[in-house]
């Protein structure tokens, strides 16, 4: 159901839907995997950003959305009053994408979702 892509060879490849998060320092990595994805590719890229600053508009096929998360827009652990973590805006929106785009059936789902992160998206990311 979920392939873990660990170059843009492996993303190029892709025949279902894509995932891409990753963060600003990540942000030549990214093109590079965007850049491999075909004119049919669907999905969805999720770049977490600290500000508006850093917000670099990428080219993308027509079915891939690029969602720019800004951690200044954003509160920490709900609750507690804390700014947005590096990582968390990210981490949310990655598991919000899957629990909507996913039913966990192959068989309704159908094709597979390939997963890319960037290099310092948090290790107990890929869990979700």
């Known amino acids: ?17 894509v995932l891409i998060a990753a963060t600003e320092s990540n942000l030549d990595e990214v093109r590079a995997v965007v850049a491999t994805l075909g004119e049919r590719a669907h ?18 096929p027509e079915r891939v959305t690029v969602t720019w998360l800004r951690r200044d827009l954003r509160s920490g652990e709900m609750g507690t009053g804390l700014a947005c973590a590096p990582g968390q805006a990210l981490r949310r929106a990655v598991r919000a994408w899957v629990g909507e785009m996913s039913t966990g059936d192959a068989e309704i789902d159908g094709d597979a979702v390939c997963l890319w992160f960037g290099r310092d ?8």
Do not use: H, K, L, W
Request: aromatic share 6%.
């Open 1 to 17: 159901m979920y392939e873990i892509a660990t170059d843009a060879t492996v993303v190029s490849r892709a025949s279902g839907r």
């Open 43 to 60: 999905g969805q890229v999720f770049v977490e950003v600290p500000s508006a600053a850093e917000i670099d508009p990428i080219a993308t």
């Open 121 to 128: 998206v948090p290790n107990d990311f890929a869990g979700v």
